[in-house]
C-alpha cells in the first residue's frame, strides 16, 4: 500500500510517500480502506521528534480516519464488512490502509461524507473526554476555549454551545475572532490586542469562567487562574507555551481551584470505548441534527502530506486540514 512516512525527524519535507505492507489485524481490530485522514498538532510533534510513538502503533503518522471496513475481527460488535467507519487511531491514518481497534470505530453520521466524518474522531474524543469527562462542565455553567479557531477549538465551541452553556473563545486574529463568533461563542477575543482575563470577567459579571480549555499551558496558566471562577477547572491538553509557568498555589486553595490535563494517544482501549459509546449517544444525533458541524479548512491529496504540514504551521487555518486518499 502507499504511506506517508517519516524519514527523519525534521521539517514537513520529510514527509515522504512510500510502499509499506498492508497492516496486519489483530483480535479486536478492523483493516479500514482509508478514504480520507485528519492532520493533527501531534502529527506534527511526531514529524519533529517530540511525540514518541506508543509501543505498538505504526510509526506512520495519522491519528483518525475515515473509509470501508474490509476485513477484521467483528465479534461482539455491530459492525460487519463493507460499513463506512470513522476511527480514531494510535497511529497509521497516513496510508491507504489502516488498522483501528472496532472499538473506536463509530458509524459515520447521517448526512455527513467520509471526508467530513474523518475530521471527527481526534477533536470528538479530545474534546468530550477532557469537558465533559475530566472537568465536569454542567448545568449553567460557562467555557473559555484558548485557540478557538483550531481543530479542538471549533469542536469545544460547538459541542458546549449544542449542550446549552455559554461559550468564550481567544484566537489571533479579528477574522478568526469572527468565525469563533460565527461557530456559536458568545464573545471571541484577539489575544494579540486584547486582554482575556478583563474581558472575561467584564462579560461574566466578574465571576469568571467555569471550565478553561488550554493547549497554551506555559506562562498562560498564571492568568488563567485569574480568569476562572471559585470552584473552576483549567483543563490542559498542549503544551505549546511551553511545560513549565509559575503557579499562585494560594489562590488555588483559597477558591478551591482545579488544574487537571491529559493525553488521549496513550489512553487504553477501553477508555477510548467508552468516549466512543458516549460521542454516539450523545453527540452524533446533535451532529445529525445539524447542531454541530465538522469545519474543514483545506483538503490535499496523500501525497502532499508536506504541504498539509506546511499549512498547519503556518497557524493560519480555521478548522480541519484533510488529506484524501484516491
Same mark, same amino acid.
Not at 483518525?64 to 497511529?91: M, P, R, T, Y
Not at 483545506?298 to 508536506?306: D, G, R
Given at each position: 500500500?502507499?504511506?506517508?512516512?517519516?524519514?527523519?525527524?525534521?521539517?514537513?519535507?520529510?514527509?515522504?510517500?512510500? %510502499?509499506?505492507?498492508?497492516?496486519?489485524?489483530?483480535?479486536?481490530?478492523?483493516?479500514?480502506?482509508?478514504?480520507?485522514?485528519?492532520?493533527?498538532?501531534?502529527?506534527?510533534?511526531?514529524?519533529?521528534?517530540?511525540?514518541?510513538?506508543?509501543?505498538?502503533?505504526?510509526?506512520?503518522?495519522?491519528?483518525?480516519?475515515?473509509?470501508?471496513?474490509?476485513?477484521?475481527?467483528?465479534?461482539?460488535?455491530?459492525?460487519?464488512?463493507?460499513?463506512?467507519?470513522?476511527?480514531?487511531?494510535?497511529?497509521?491514518?497516513?496510508?491507504?490502509?489502516?488498522?483501528?481497534?472496532?472499538?473506536?470505530?463509530?458509524?459515520?453520521?447521517?448526512?455527513?461524507?467520509?471526508?467530513?466524518?474523518?475530521?471527527?474522531? %481526534?477533536?470528538?474524543?479530545?474534546?468530550?473526554?477532557?469537558?465533559?469527562?475530566?472537568?465536569?462542565?454542567?448545568?449553567?455553567?460557562?467555557?473559555?476555549?484558548?485557540? $478557538?479557531?483550531?481543530?479542538?477549538?471549533?469542536?469545544?465551541?460547538?459541542?458546549?454551545?449544542?449542550?446549552?452553556?455559554?461559550?468564550?473563545?481567544?484566537?489571533?486574529?479579528?477574522?478568526?475572532?469572527?468565525?469563533?463568533?460565527?461557530?456559536?461563542?458568545?464573545?471571541?477575543?484577539?489575544?494579540?490586542?486584547?486582554?482575556?482575563?478583563?474581558?472575561?470577567?467584564?462579560?461574566?459579571?466578574?465571576?469568571?469562567?467555569?471550565?478553561?480549555?488550554?493547549?497554551?499551558?506555559?506562562?498562560?496558566?498564571?492568568?488563567?487562574?485569574?480568569?476562572?471562577?471559585?470552584?473552576?477547572?483549567?483543563?490542559?491538553?498542549?503544551?505549546?507555551?511551553?511545560?513549565?509557568?509559575?503557579?499562585?498555589?494560594?489562590?488555588?486553595?483559597?477558591?478551591?481551584?482545579?488544574?487537571?490535563?491529559?493525553?488521549?494517544?496513550?489512553?487504553?482501549?477501553?477508555?477510548?470505548?467508552?468516549?466512543?459509546?458516549?460521542?454516539?449517544?450523545?453527540?452524533?444525533?446533535?451532529?445529525?441534527? $445539524?447542531?454541530?458541524?465538522?469545519?474543514?479548512?483545506?483538503?490535499?491529496?496523500?501525497?502532499?502530506?508536506?504541504?498539509?504540514?506546511?499549512?498547519? %504551521?503556518?497557524?493560519?487555518?480555521?478548522?480541519?486540514?484533510?488529506?484524501?486518499?484516491?
Amino acid at each position: 500500500m502507499r504511506a506517508i512516512e517519516i524519514i527523519k525527524p525534521g521539517a514537513p519535507e520529510v514527509l515522504t510517500l512510500c %510502499e509499506r505492507p498492508m497492516p496486519v489485524v489483530k483480535a479486536g481490530e478492523v483493516l479500514i480502506k482509508v478514504h480520507a485522514a485528519g492532520v493533527n498538532r501531534p502529527d506534527v510533534l511526531q514529524r519533529t521528534g517530540n511525540y514518541p510513538v506508543p509501543p505498538g502503533a505504526s510509526d506512520i503518522p495519522g491519528l483518525e480516519v475515515a473509509g470501508e471496513i474490509v476485513d477484521g475481527d467483528f465479534a461482539g460488535s455491530n459492525f460487519k464488512k463493507g460499513d463506512l467507519v470513522c476511527a480514531l487511531v494510535q497511529g497509521g491514518g497516513y496510508a491507504e490502509y489502516c488498522a483501528a481497534p472496532i472499538a473506536q470505530c463509530l458509524p459515520i453520521p447521517k448526512g455527513l461524507t467520509a471526508l467530513e466524518a474523518a475530521s471527527l474522531p %481526534e477533536t470528538f474524543f479530545t474534546v468530550y473526554s477532557n469537558l465533559f469527562e475530566r472537568a465536569k462542565l454542567t448545568g449553567d455553567e460557562t467555557l473559555l476555549v484558548q485557540g $478557538g479557531s483550531s481543530g479542538i477549538g471549533v469542536t469545544a465551541i460547538q459541542m458546549a454551545r449544542a449542550f446549552g452553556h455559554r461559550v468564550f473563545a481567544t484566537a489571533g486574529s479579528d477574522e478568526k475572532c469572527k468565525a469563533c463568533e460565527g461557530l456559536g461563542a458568545e464573545r471571541a477575543i484577539n489575544y494579540r490586542t486584547q486582554d482575556f482575563v478583563e474581558i472575561i470577567k467584564s462579560v461574566t459579571g466578574g465571576k469568571g469562567a467555569d471550565v478553561i480549555i488550554d493547549m497554551v499551558a506555559g506562562d498562560y496558566v498564571a492568568r488563567e487562574l485569574d480568569c476562572l471562577a471559585d470552584d473552576g477547572r483549567l483543563v490542559i491538553i498542549a503544551l505549546l507555551g511551553g511545560a513549565s509557568g509559575k503557579v499562585d498555589f494560594g489562590q488555588i486553595m483559597r477558591r478551591r481551584l482545579t488544574i487537571t490535563g491529559s493525553t488521549l494517544r496513550p489512553r487504553p482501549v477501553i477508555f477510548k470505548q467508552m468516549i466512543a459509546d458516549k460521542l454516539q449517544q450523545k453527540v452524533w444525533p446533535l451532529i445529525e441534527a $445539524g447542531k454541530i458541524k465538522p469545519v474543514i479548512f483545506k483538503t490535499f491529496p496523500l501525497e502532499q502530506a508536506a504541504h498539509a504540514h506546511t499549512l498547519m %504551521e503556518t497557524s493560519t487555518h480555521v478548522g480541519k486540514i484533510m488529506l484524501t486518499v484516491a
